[in-house]
């Protein structure tokens, strides 16, 4: 099938799209992501979902307090790790070039209140 010039950006995309799809299932506990983001060099941006989950499962499937009444280092080790994880994505900066005319353009937008977000979105989806 030939296809004209235009329809090649289509192309990009699509595939781009259904890379991305592949990336983010959730599957096996998002395996592909996961992988990604530990070999991700800085600057990056991590999926915050991913940790939130790691943490929610560590809070619930550890006891604050082992027998005895003595306090569960390991847990702690555990939520001590994932916020490490986080922390350390945070401490490279991007260093973004400063566009003039895009940083004046996003300054003057007009932005929608709260309230009138909130009617549109009931428009859109009525409760």
Not at 27 to 38: S, T
Not at 89 to 95: E, L, R, V
């Amino acid at each position: 099938t030939v296809f004209p010039f235009s329809f090649f950006p289509f192309l990009f995309f699509a595939q781009s799209h259904n890379e991305l799809c592949d990336l983010i299932t959730p599957g096996k506990n998002f395996r592909d992501l996961r992988a990604l983001q530990d070999n991700a060099v800085p600057p990056s941006l991590p999926y915050i979902g991913i940790f939130m989950a790691d943490l929610t499962f560590i809070d619930t499937g550890n006891d604050n307090l082992l027998p005895g009444g003595l306090i569960n280092f390991s847990k702690c080790r555990l939520i001590y790790s994932q916020i490490r994880q986080i922390l350390a994505a945070q401490n490279t900066p991007y260093n973004f070039e400063v566009i003039l005319s895009l940083e004046e353009s996003l300054t003057k937008m007009h932005v929608l209140s709260p309230d009138i977000l909130g009617e549109m979105s009931l428009q859109r989806e009525p409760r």
